[in-house]
């Protein structure tokens, strides 16, 4: 009876680690499409791989992380699928999000299954091209402001500046325009539009020369970038204050209202008792 027993748990121990090994029979996913290190892939690009999985029946999850970031590219999706003992079975998948061109991208695929077993593939790369596809893209946002950030003694006739870009234009679309609209106020909650010269109230220029600066002022500024697509993307908000720099003034340092005349009587009275002195 005892041997009986044992050998009907010894037969349950065998069946459970088969049962065990199965559990994790997930594969890291492997032959990447686009290939490893690949240039020139076309921005509208379908993304493979071939996946692994020797149990029949058993629930798959292939998650999908895509990105510009090396070590953390997003998470973008997953697809389940069962396995039904498919050797190297291929796997496909549209990204949601818009490639840029002549841009790195990192991907890779984590596989697991309903036993909580996970399989990470290696993290993959290549460059997008500067062929277009038929996508539109919206501008990128305008950066490199002048007068800096914060910036502060800036000139009542500051002019201002920013770098702006497109990917459109940057993938060889030459057809496309980059327009600019100007915000313009002394507080966050106003900033009215200033340009006006070009379509929709924009300029075409990456400069704006404002009219009416005033001492002593804060500004709040914003340039948002539109496309001939229609398509805009806004800009941060900057700030710079118009203040006078004593050190800076061809007048010999005298603040913004004052003339170096105005400080002589005080210079005479901080003197005064030296002179006193002298003569006793």
């Given at each position: 009876m005892k041997r009986k027993l044992f050998g009907f748990i010894m037969s349950c121990a065998f069946?459970?680690?088969?049962?065990?090994?199965?559990?994790?029979?997930?594969?890291?996913?492997?032959?990447?499409?686009?290939?490893?290190?690949?240039?020139?892939?076309?921005?509208?690009?379908?993304?493979?791989?071939?996946?692994?999985?020797?149990?029949?029946?058993?629930?798959?999850?292939?998650?999908?992380?895509?990105?510009?970031?090396?070590?953390?590219?997003?998470?973008?999706?997953?697809?389940?699928?069962?396995?039904?003992?498919?050797?190297?079975?291929?796997?496909?998948?549209?990204?949601?999000?818009?490639?840029?061109?002549?841009?790195?991208?990192?991907?890779?695929?984590?596989?697991?299954?309903?036993?909580?077993?996970?399989?990470?593939?290696?993290?993959?790369?290549?460059?997008?091209?500067?062929?277009?596809?038929?996508?539109?893209?919206?501008?990128?946002p305008a950066t490199d402001p002048s007068p800096d950030h914060g910036a502060v003694y800036v000139a009542k006739n500051a002019v201002l500046s920013w770098t702006g870009k497109d990917p459109n234009i940057i993938g060889g679309d030459t057809s496309v325009k980059l327009y600019y609209e100007v915000r313009l106020g002394t507080s966050l909650a106003d900033m009215p539009i200033v340009t006006s010269s070009g379509k929709g109230g924009t300029i075409s220029v990456n400069q704006y020369v404002p009219t009416s600066l005033a001492a002593n002022t804060k500004y709040y500024w914003q340039v948002n970038s539109i496309n001939s697509y229609g398509l805009r993307t806004n800009g941060p908000v900057w700030e710079f204050t118009v203040t006078h720099d004593p050190w800076n003034d061809p007048s010999g340092g005298a603040s913004e209202g004052c003339s170096a005349a105005s400080f002589a009587p005080l210079s005479l009275l901080l003197l005064a008792p030296l002179f006193l002195l002298r003569r006793k």
């Open positions: 069946l459970f680690g088969l049962s065990a090994v199965s559990w994790g029979a997930v594969r890291p996913a492997s032959a990447p499409t686009p290939a490893n290190e690949a240039t020139e892939v076309v921005c509208n690009t379908t993304i493979k791989w071939t996946g692994t999985d020797t149990t029949a029946s058993d629930d798959v999850t292939y998650a999908i992380y895509l990105g510009t970031n090396e070590s953390a590219p997003a998470y973008l999706g997953s697809i389940r699928t069962v396995s039904q003992d498919l050797t190297n079975p291929t796997f496909e998948y549209a990204p949601p999000v818009k490639l840029l061109p002549l841009t790195t991208y990192y991907w890779k695929i984590v596989t697991s299954d309903a036993y909580g077993n996970v399989a990470n593939s290696p993290t993959w790369v290549f460059i997008t091209g500067n062929t277009f596809p038929d996508n539109q893209y919206e501008p990128y």
